[in-house]
């Protein structure tokens, strides 16, 4: 019975330790977290308020370091991923090159295919009656 309650002591020392260690851990990362969070609102304060653009500049530029210190600690982060995919073989040597068109002609193609022509039409014959 001895060694069962002297194994059952060290146990619960053990898991003592281990969740002290967790929650210090725990409580250094918010502290850690709450103090860049504190940074970046001052800096970005400042950085509105700041009249010589230079040094608005450079404040700026540290407030986004934090930022993305900050979003990079707490896994939230924003950057791109590059993406791999293969695209499909355009066969160019038989295809037209296009005409150039000027600008006139290029409103008139643009009219002719979505009828706008007709729209403008009536839209201004109904403001001629009012």
């Known amino acids: 019975m001895t060694t069962a309650f002297?194994?059952?002591i060290l146990l619960c020392i053990v898991?003592?330790?281990?969740s002290t260690v967790y929650t210090m851990k725990n409580r250094?990362?918010?502290n850690q977290v709450r103090k860049l969070s504190e940074q970046y609102a001052r800096l970005s304060i400042d950085f509105k308020?700041?009249?010589?653009?230079?040094?608005?500049?450079e404040l700026h530029a540290k407030a986004e370091k934090i930022k993305t210190d900050l979003e990079l600690m707490i896994g939230k982060t924003t950057t791109m991923r590059r993406y791999d995919f293969e695209l499909a073989?355009?066969?160019l040597s038989s295809k037209e090159p296009e005409p150039e068109l000027s600008l006139g002609e290029l409103l008139r193609q643009y009219e002719e295919k979505n009828g706008s022509r007709v729209i403008y039409a009536q839209f201004n014959q109904d403001k001629k009656d009012s």
């Not at 898991?15 to 281990?18: M, S, W």
């Open 15 to 18: 898991l003592l330790v281990i």
């Open 49 to 57: 308020n700041e009249t010589n653009p230079t040094r608005a500049f």
């Open 28 to 30: 250094y990362f918010e």
């Open 6 to 8: 002297i194994v059952a």
């Open 89 to 91: 073989d355009i066969d």
